[in-house]
């Protein structure tokens, strides 16, 4: 897979994405398609290998729009868990993979919106959010290089660093309020994105 590069302009990091392989891209479809048929009949081969592919093809889809963050892997696991329990929903006549991604974007809002699981964060890793490995991996992100840097920072600090609105508050010299109306406006930004993606 290509390389992801950035670049600024007007304050904002826009992201080129590696060209889409056709050919590889049709054939996991009709594959994932056929395999989950296979599983909907309660073929167990069929259906680990299914899952076995598409957790990281997931994976990838994710890390590419968020960067790579510890909540991909749980995001993941989320991922497979409702295409487990839904998949007698899948439609055999409909394509695949819509269906497939379009549980990910949902998990992923999910995940982002729910985590507010309070934890230790070391002072480095919080101040590591600035540091130009960290940043450079946010931005590698497609979805948060497109927030404002004013949303990024918020959601970065509180979504996935894991600090508090008040922390967060206090790291960005703006008022705890401030930091609530950003990290909402940034997710929902987020969402947008998600919704007008098409796989």
């Not at 076995?52 to 890390?63: D, F, H, I, K, N």
Request: charged share 30%.
């Amino acid at each position: 897979m290509a390389e992801i590069t950035g670049r600024s302009l007007g304050g904002r990091c826009w992201v080129k994405m590696p060209q889409i392989n056709e050919e590889l891209y049709a054939a996991d479809e009709a594959r994932w398609a056929s395999l989950m048929v296979a599983a909907q009949k309660g073929e167990q081969e069929p259906y680990r290998q299914l899952l076995a592919e598409v957790g990281e093809a997931v994976s990838r889809y994710l890390t590419v729009r968020f960067g790579a963050h510890a909540m991909i892997e749980d995001c993941v696991q989320d991922v497979l868990m409702a295409m487990h329990e839904g998949r007698h929903t899948y439609n055999p006549s409909k394509k695949f993979r819509p269906w497939l991604f379009t549980i990910a974007r949902h998990k992923a809002i999910d995940a982002l919106r729910k985590r507010n699981a309070r934890r230790e964060v070391p002072e480095e890793e919080v101040a590591g959010v600035y540091s130009e490995d960290v940043t450079e991996g946010i931005d590698r992100g497609k979805l948060l290089a497109r927030l404002s840097i004013t949303y990024r920072e918020a959601v970065t600090l509180t979504k996935l660093v894991g600090l508090s609105n008040a922390e967060a508050a206090a790291r960005l010299q703006i008022s705890e309020s401030a930091v609530k109306v950003r990290v909402h406006r940034g997710m929902l930004q987020l969402r947008q994105f998600l919704e007008a993606e098409q796989i």
